[in-house]
């Protein structure tokens, strides 16, 4: 693809893919690859899925987009089944996760308007963290390689190290607004946060009035196992952002507030053009048909502790290559002993699809359908991907 017309900000990878089918690529060439990668924890349902297709094709023969001028059923039948099954009691839909992001912070900031406290617009987030690609949310992720370059670096954020929840506690000023953290990091290099952590910033924020924010995007829609991961430890947020696997493929997003927070976002301060599209809420309106189905997160909770101790396997016979097996439900890493890049290949040249995170992990994200076959089969080509490089690093040793 050198030489074409598109902005050189992705590395990709020479593949170039002409449909899907479940958990399998195929690729113009007729190669067939298995995806676990899930386009970065978005294909949660996999590829082509039927109930998905079915929806989709169906709302683009009658309605595309009439904006958010207008009433949109669809919308608010999904908005009130995502509040009946979480927290919360408001959502506003998105494009995109860093969207979600946005509304989340702006949400936050509001709220303190509302209530007579302008000057309580800071936020409190934690190293390793990644919120989006906006000004804003590169600014509250914090990473210097995404900050630099573009200037000034959007003031009112606030980071401390990971899970350093007494720096988060001494962060914490008459400025400070709300708290936002990942349960699970993802671009991090797939981090749980411990649930006694969360509930020392759950009692934080109620202390000082503050709110919580979850950043969801990757770890919810049942990666973990549960609808949402928060609720392995039952401390539940004020705000929280979502999006990824809501759509199973199609771009959205949303932000989910309890009535209280959302108490400053009335109409006319905040909005979106595409957001919450008859398209959108088609597909996710399926994905949760399917997610919510009796036994679906039982069942992602038994595959993954299938795969993660298959994964352990493989770690304890090649520790040269895998340090550690980290994460929880189907949101897998492995905590590389050498870099990750090289596993990321080795991987790919057994046609498995993964993607590379911080800390030198690599992300194993299936679709929540993939079988207890496919399961088998990815830790077969990941057993054949570390033999071959431990077999690398012993000739090498024996020169």
């Known amino acids: 693809m050198s030489g074409s017309a598109l902005y050189e900000t992705f590395a990709r990878a ?17 190669e067939r690859y298995l995806d676990f990668a899930g386009g970065i924890a978005v294909n949660s349902l996999g590829h ?9 094709t169906e709302q683009a023969a009658k309605l595309w987009h009439v ?22 009691d408001k959502v506003f839909f998105t494009n995109s996760g860093a969207e979600a992001l946005e509304c989340a912070i702006k949400t936050a900031r509001r709220y303190h308007f509302v209530k ?7 936020v409190i987030t934690f190293e390793g963290a990644f919120h989006g690609r906006t000004l804003a949310t590169i600014a509250a992720g914090g990473q210097y390689k995404y900050l630099e370059g573009f200037g000034p670096k959007v003031e009112g954020f606030d980071q401390v190290g990971f899970d350093d929840i007494d720096a988060a506690e001494k962060a914490i000023t008459p400025e400070t607004a709300a708290i936002l953290i990942e349960p699970v990091q993802g671009e991090g290099g797939i981090r749980p946060v411990p649930t006694q952590s969360l509930k020392r910033l759950r009692q934080l924020c109620d202390q000082h009035g503050l709110l919580l924010i979850y950043d969801e995007v990757q770890c919810g829609i049942g990666r973990t196992g549960k609808l949402f ?40 301060v905040h909005g979106t053009t595409f957001g919450g599209n008859p398209l959108a809420m088609a597909v996710g309106n399926a994905v949760l ?15 993954a502790l299938l795969m993660k101790q298959g ?35 080795a991987l790919r040249d057994q046609h498995l699809l993964a993607v590379p995170a911080g800390d030198n992990v690599i992300r194993l994200l299936p679709p929540l359908t993939v079988t207890d076959a496919e399961i088998h089969e990815a830790l077969n080509r990941i057993r054949a991907g ?13 020169k």
């Open 14 to 30: 020479p593949l170039a893919f002409d449909h899907g089918e479940g958990t399998w690529l195929v690729t113009d060439k007729g």
């Open 116 to 122: 007579g406290h302008p000057e309580r617009f800071r």
């Open 311 to 345: 994964l352990a396997a493989i770690a304890d016979e090649f520790p040269d290559v895998i340090e550690d097996i980290r994460g929880t439900g189907l949101m897998l890493g492995l905590k590389c002993a050498m870099p990750n890049n090289k596993v990321n290949m």
């Open 67 to 88: 904006s958010n001028l207008y009433e949109i059923p669809a919308q608010s039948r999904l908005g009130e089944r995502l509040a009946d099954a979480t927290f919360a």
């Open 229 to 268: 991961a928060h609720e392995w430890s039952g401390v539940a947020p004020d705000i929280m952002a979502i999006a990824k696997g809501i759509g199973g493929g199609f771009p959205m997003g949303a932000c989910l507030a309890t009535d209280e927070a959302a108490v400053g976002m009335t109409a006319g």
């Open 386 to 398: 570390a033999k071959g490089l431990a077999d690398a690093i012993a000739v090498a040793a024996a």
């Open 289 to 303: 048909d399917v997610v919510l189905e009796d036994g679906f997160l039982e069942d992602v909770q038994r595959k």
């Open 48 to 56: 082509s899925h039927p109930h998905l297709v079915a929806a989709l």
